[in-house]
């Protein structure tokens, strides 16, 4: 048997044993008891799970990085990953269409998706690496729209996918006193593309198209808010004040498939949700 320890998704250890013989008892969380007094953790621990199996390498990394993953079938906005971080419809209801991948959300210029809190930690330290990718189908006219949009009221926004008067696709991100823009192709209109954006402090950001890489920007130090932030998808409701510049608008049009990750995906990975 080989026993192996992996921290946030990568393999930090591992060693070869016989097979565990346990016996049964009580599983303690945060303390460790031996010899009648306890030693206990200080600091926070949050989405523990027990599994009977053990999980391949992939399983395990996306149970560390992929931070939401919504499907978008039957109007769903349940979180498919293992944070359970679900959406919330507001300022309408959204409807249902013919997806990408089996079923999509229809957004007309009015509904969008975002939380009554701030589940997103990543997103709070500057420097992160992140990752978001999904389907976009526009309709209607070419005009300033907003895909995917994360902001803190009016103190701190960033229209992170947004597309232009002209319909051409803008990947953006936030250098502390401006932004740093990555220049997509014109999306067309009533026409599925699939959209990947990545940032790292070592390569800063990469637009792909349809699983190719489309543009890059130069390196540079994503600045963050601080702490924890809401993200929006399909508008930014309103919340422009504190951007530069000014983007905005709801989306219309289907958006499918939507994933977000805490790290920087390899072009392969990219590829792979391009081409279900």
């Known amino acids: 048997m080989t026993q192996k320890v992996w921290l946030d998704g990568n393999l930090d250890g591992s060693h070869s044993s016989s097979d565990y013989s346990g016996l049964s008892g009580i599983t303690t969380i945060g303390a460790t008891f031996e010899l009648g007094s306890a030693a206990t953790f200080n600091g926070y621990i949050d989405n523990v799970r027990y599994e009977s199996r053990a999980k391949n390498s992939t399983e395990i990394q996306n149970d560390a990085t992929l931070q939401v993953y919504y499907s978008f079938d039957s109007s769903s906005l349940i979180d498919g990953g293992s944070n359970g971080i679900n959406g919330t419809a507001y300022s309408g209801s959204l409807s249902t269409t013919t997806g990408r991948v089996n079923q999509a959300i229809q957004f007309n210029s009015g509904p969008y998706i975002s939380y009554s809190y701030r589940p997103f930690y990543f997103l709070g330290v500057s420097g992160q690496s992140y990752t978001m990718a999904l389907w976009a189908?526009?309709?209607?006219?070419?005009?300033?729209?907003?895909?995917?949009?994360?902001?803190?009221?009016?103190?701190?926004?960033?229209?992170?996918?947004?597309?232009?008067?002209?319909?051409?696709l803008n990947a953006v991100s936030w250098m502390g006193s401006s932004n740093a823009v990555v220049n997509g192709p014109t999306l067309t209109l009533n026409t599925w593309t699939h959209i990947g954006y990545t940032y790292s402090s070592t390569n800063g950001m990469r637009l792909y198209i349809n699983g190719n890489l489309y543009s890059t920007s130069g390196v540079f130090t994503f600045s963050a808010f601080g702490s924890p932030v809401p993200i929006i998808i399909g508008g930014d409701s309103g919340l422009t004040a504190s951007c530069t510049p000014l983007y905005g608008g709801a989306f219309n049009g289907a958006l499918d498939e939507f994933y977000l990750y805490r790290r920087e995906l390899t072009a392969a990975e990219i590829w792979s949700l391009a081409n279900p």
Do not use: A, D, E, N
Request: net charge positive; proline share 3%.
């Open 137 to 168: 189908k526009p309709t209607g006219s070419y005009r300033s729209q907003t895909l995917v949009f994360v902001g803190i009221g009016g103190s701190w926004c960033v229209h992170f996918l947004v597309t232009m008067s002209s319909g051409q």
